[in-house]
């Protein structure tokens, strides 16, 4: 039977909410940006670029950080190593693949 504790299903697919719902603004705003109309090609490109990366880079940041991104805060979710620990930067980085 799985321990209390890591019964965190639930939580984690309202924390998924949460975090998309601070994402929702750069996708309203990559909706105008790449629908192209009067956007120079290197905006779009930079803007691709950021995008690309601003989720991953959120993630890393806030587990790093804080243990938690913000909707796991709101969920009452915290991630840590094996030993019970705060995550490191590498820990974080490394993380999200296998979580």
């Known amino acids: 039977m799985i321990e209390p504790k ?50 991953i880079a959120y993630r890393v940041i806030m587990h790093a950080r804080y243990g938690q991104t913000l909707g796991k805060m709101a969920t009452g979710v915290k991630v840590l190593d094996i030993s019970g620990f705060r995550l490191s930067g590498r820990q974080a980085f490394l993380g999200p693949v296998n979580e």
């Open 6 to 55: 890591y019964r965190t299903f639930g939580r984690r697919s309202w924390a998924c909410v949460v975090d998309s719902l601070v994402f929702l603004p750069l996708a309203v705003a990559n909706f105008f940006i790449a629908s192209g109309d009067g956007v120079p090609i290197w905006l779009r490109s930079v803007w691709y670029v950021g995008g690309s990366f601003s989720y």
